[in-house]
């Protein structure tokens, strides 16, 4: 062999040992993990010379080994492309040269879906790059993880001197007369995506709070300050001089600006804010609009806000004919003696109270969506991300490190405080993905829809993490299912407005589930709730609560705890009785003649359901068989 047929091998195998030791062993897959992909961005078609760029991609663990993200054998995403320095997109928040990114959360159980957050940075050179990457145990490929952004990169200075020539900062006090005079560019656009309500009615001189929603559809960042400054504008020329704006309006003419600090394209945009109406009744249809830096217009953005400005009806009497009679539980600067319990002119004293119910226990992640946009925020109020309807995120609590995470398409949230999901509009419906609840009768349905916001929290009283579901008294007692729609309506009626003050007992006194940061559980230790899907399918059950809306039992003036259960033995039984403590007025001993050949099923405490079914079927009222089960008690309008 010649000297220079020695060195060509020489070079060959050191060039093959270089590429060895940096090309991951995509061939050599993990045994006993495997994978399924779940959830992706939408890749970017391109970028600008070193723009940054971050994908997200889930994938579920359908392999019996749980995922981690630390130890020699964590799940990474690495690039499957040959790299001898450096991948052509790398940043620096990648690992080494091949890894880009670790697993989140940092254990990832089977049936549960991982995260990965991919920086990458656009290189120098301009052309058009594949980037072939996958998970990996350790370095270990997971069979069918294989995934390519496809990514053009081209000039940074022709696109940047574009948007330099299209926009121009001015302050935000400045003011516009309406959307016609105003600038306009390609690279600013917005799509509407959500309303509060299509119109609104409002009494004379009254306020009215709206909502709406724009998604980001154009290539400019929206900010709530300089250098892109995103407003909501009124167009004065639509309002022929009408005077709609609020105290908490910037001008005349500029309503609110951005609510959160920064809206990527592609994101959604909220703007809540409270208009006044004018002191005569009529028909009103303001247009609005959004601005970029006052002097740009947000193409697609103008909309029109309908308005009836009208005198409120007249009250609703509050009176059951002429026998049972609701007691106004009035605010103390009404006088009762002038309007009298059956003038239908209560002002009651209180407002709706936002029930917590403690759906179960949490073990690892839960899985949320909504077919509306929604919003994740912790329980303070404070907002991390709005997620587009559709999409699901998943929450779970760390209990090593005490944070709670949500991931899903969007930046990984952390928090010490509790998380929770909402719709952005009325009515909120959340779906809980991975939170199976089947019905009894028919194993195929899933009651795992539900009003309101959901909520992950810690308990350390339980040792564990509890599902809450945060929403109105009356939408919680819509998702009861403690009857049938068979059962007799003045029984519906009862046996609801008993529900309403049992709800409402505990939500006060705070006393039972104090320490698990909800009032009541949704089993029948508590009262039985299934949430949205029941509420459908029971319509006579919400037909009795819109029927008793804020009524409640009282006793001395106060809300009464009221238990009930299937059917007594012919007698009830007193609080004392079963649960000891200090007797309660209204729960003693009493015969039930209805239940007299009945066997007792439940703790016989308070209203018995048989029995008062069948007292509704003979004609009595709801309220008469309210006050005969809870002795010397009233029905107060409570709200």
């Known amino acids: 062999m010649t000297y220079a047929t020695k060195k060509i091998q020489y070079i060959l195998i050191t060039t093959l040992a270089i590429v060895a030791i940096v090309l991951p062993s995509s061939k050599v897959y993990a ?16 970028l600008n010379q070193l723009e940054n760029y971050t994908y997200n991609i889930g994938f579920k663990n359908v392999g019996p080994t749980s995922w981690t993200s630390s130890g020699s054998n ?30 989140t959360p940092a254990t990832v159980k089977n049936g549960e879906v991982g995260f990965f957050n991919l920086v990458l940075k656009a290189p120098t050179k301009t052309g058009n790059y594949e980037n072939k990457f996958a998970v990996f145990y350790g370095d270990k490929k997971i069979n069918g993880t294989d995934f390519s952004i496809p990514i053009t990169v081209g000039n940074k200075k022709n696109s940047t001197t574009q948007t330099a020539t299209s926009t121009k900062t001015v302050t935000s006090t400045a003011t516009t007369t309406g959307p016609q005079k105003l600038k306009k560019t390609s690279l600013v656009k917005g799509q509407l995506m959500i309303k509060s309500a299509e119109s609104l009615i409002i009494n004379p001189s009254q306020t009215s709070s709206f ?55 592609g994101e959604l945009a909220l703007f809540t804010f409270t208009i006044k109406a004018p002191d005569t009744s009529g028909q009103y249809s303001p247009s609005f609009y959004l601005t970029l830096n006052n002097d740009t217009l947000v193409d697609g953005t103008i909309f029109n806000l309908p308005i009836e400005v009208s005198t409120p009806p007249p009250p609703v009497q509050l009176t059951d004919n002429n026998t049972s009679v609701v007691i106004c539980m009035a605010a103390e600067e009404q006088n009762l003696e002038s309007i009298g319990n059956e003038t239908g002119l209560c002002q009651p004293a209180h407002s709706e109270p936002m029930m917590r119910v403690g759906l179960s226990k949490l073990d690892g992640q839960l899985g949320v969506t909504s077919d509306q946009n929604y919003s994740i925020t912790d329980d303070t109020g404070k907002l991390y991300l709005n997620m587009g309807g559709g999409l699901t995120t998943f929450l779970a609590y760390d209990k090593v490190t005490k944070l709670y995470t949500a991931v899903g398409l969007g930046p990984i949230i952390q928090s010490s405080l509790p998380l929770k999901i909402k719709a952005m509009a009325d009515p909120s419906i959340i779906t809980l993905t991975t939170f199976s609840n089947p019905v009894a009768y028919n194993a195929g349905w899933n009651d795992n829809s539900y009003r309101g916001a959901i909520e992950i929290r810690w308990s350390k009283n339980d040792e564990a993490v509890w599902i809450i579901n945060e929403l109105p008294m009356e939408e919680y007692l819509r998702g009861l299912a403690e009857s049938s729609n068979a059962a007799e309506p003045e029984y519906q009626k009862a046996l609801v407005t008993a529900a309403r003050s049992y709800a409402l007992y505990h939500h006060q006194t705070k006393a039972k589930h104090a320490k698990r940061y909800f009032d009541v559980v949704a089993t029948v230790s508590d009262q039985y709730y299934r949430g949205y899907e029941s509420e459908k399918r029971l319509s006579k059950v919400v037909a009795a609560v819109d029927a008793t ?56 405490v308070g209203l018995s359901q048989l029995a008062a079914n069948d007292m509704a079927k003979a004609g009595q009222k709801y309220i008469d068989i309210l006050k005969f089960f809870y002795v010397g008690t009233e029905v107060g309008q409570w709200y």
Not at 34 to 44: C, G, I, R
Request: proline share 6%; net charge positive; hydrophobic share 35%.
């Open 74 to 103: 964590k799940v990474t995403i690495k690039t499957t492309e040959p790299v001898r320095y450096e991948h052509w997109f790398a940043s620096p928040s990648w690992i080494n040269k091949t890894t880009v990114t670790l697993l």
């Open 549 to 604: 809306k804020g009524q409640v039992v009282t006793y001395n003036g106060n809300v009464a705890i009221t238990p009930y259960s299937a059917s007594t033995d012919g007698m009830t039984k007193a609080w004392e009785d079963v649960w000891g403590g200090t007797p309660k007025p209204w729960l003693i001993r009493k015969p039930v003649p209805e239940d007299a050949n009945r066997k007792k099923f439940g703790h016989a």
């Open 211 to 265: 909502t709406i929603g724009f998604k980001n559809t154009g290539e400019r960042n929206w900010r709530n300050d300089k250098p892109s400054l995103l407003t909501l504008n009124l167009d004065q020329n639509s309002t022929n001089g009408i005077i709609f704006n609020d105290s908490g309006w910037i001008s005349t003419d500029i309503v609110t600006k951005l609510q959160t600090k920064l809206t990527k394209p």
């Open 31 to 46: 045994s006993n993990y495997e994978a399924q992909k779940m959830v992706a961005a939408k890749p970017v078609a391109s």
